[in-house]
């Protein structure tokens, strides 16, 4: 299927995400509730009824509060967790770069963790084998490429995972704050490659706090808030919506 705007990347559809809240931990507690058929604990809503279409090819970006549903959608586009209401439809590979090293082994060396990760992000050993020389190099971890994970800094370890990721050939890109952490030029070669995956028509979602960023990187911005999609369109206008609510929160009665 040819990128173009006309054909979809992703879509939600009705989607509604809910999770339980530990909040009663004792046997004393959960035996009643148990007899009574009730749940464990009270849910919490995370997402409710969001539906919007991102075209193949088109980089969107989401803003809002911490606690607004932005992390839930992009773990629900990657198939990290499934939809407790509605419908995803994703249409290509997808590459998240949203735990940079969460499928790492500790005990493993960065040649070999290089490996399970790519496997776990369904690359063939074959693949790897062939972009195993530009993930390491792009890294910068030649020293330390077989030295165990465990020894690695935090900016290593992220420089890895996020090399693992973007040598996979996404045709989806899902970036939850990754461009916030590392040094300033490991930062930038993170924007330059997404760059390059821009011109290539892939498709990126971004989920950022910086709404420069957002503005400056995105042609389309969802605004979430409370679980509900509070604004969708053109990013000036969607980041000057969310300053406002940041500064009167009673803004938020008006959903899209």
């Known amino acids: 299927m040819p990128?173009?705007?006309?054909?979809?990347?992703?879509?939600?559809?009705?989607?509604?995400?809910?999770?339980q809240l530990q909040e009663g931990r004792t046997l004393r507690e959960f035996v009643p509730a148990l007899l009574r058929g009730r749940a464990w604990s009270p849910p919490f809503h995370a997402l409710r009824d969001v539906s919007f279409r991102v075209a193949r090819g088109e980089t969107m970006g989401i803003i809002g509060r911490n606690g607004s549903g932005k992390s839930t959608v992009l773990k629900l586009i990657a198939g990290v967790t499934?939809?407790?209401?509605?419908?995803?439809?994703?249409?290509?590979?997808?590459?998240?770069?949203?735990?940079l090293g969460a499928g790492f082994h500790p005990d493993l060396t960065g040649r070999e963790n290089v490996f399970l990760n790519a496997s776990i992000l369904g690359m063939s050993r074959k693949e790897v084998l062939a972009?195993?020389?530009?993930?390491?190099?792009?890294?910068?971890?030649?020293?330390?490429?077989?030295?165990p994970v465990k020894r690695y800094s935090s900016g290593m370890y992220i420089?890895?995972?996020?090399?693992?990721?973007?040598?996979?050939?996404?045709?989806?890109?899902?970036?939850d704050e990754v461009l916030a952490v590392g040094d300033a030029a490991f930062q930038e070669k993170c924007l330059a490659?997404?760059?390059?995956?821009?011109?290539?028509?892939?498709?990126?979602?971004?989920?950022?706090?910086?709404?420069?960023?957002?503005?400056?990187?995105?042609?389309?911005?969802?605004l979430l808030n409370g679980g509900g999609v509070l604004a969708d369109g053109a990013p000036t206008?969607?980041?000057?919506?969310?300053?406002?609510?940041?500064s009167h929160p009673e803004a938020a009665l008006e959903t899209v």
Request: proline share 4%; hydrophobic share 45%.
């Open 193 to 222: 490659k997404m760059q390059e995956f821009r011109s290539q028509g892939v498709t990126i979602v971004l989920v950022s706090h910086s709404m420069e960023l957002v503005e400056e990187f995105c042609e389309r911005a969802l």
């Open 159 to 175: 420089r890895l995972g996020f090399s693992v990721a973007v040598h996979s050939e996404p045709e989806i890109l899902l970036v």
């Open 237 to 246: 206008e969607v980041v000057k919506r969310y300053t406002d609510l940041i």
């Open 82 to 99: 499934a939809p407790s209401e509605g419908e995803i439809f994703v249409y290509g590979r997808v590459s998240p770069l949203i735990e």
């Open 131 to 147: 972009r195993f020389d530009e993930i390491i190099s792009f890294a910068e971890l030649w020293e330390f490429v077989d030295t």
């Open 3 to 19: 990128i173009g705007s006309d054909q979809p990347g992703i879509e939600f559809a009705g989607v509604s995400k809910r999770f």
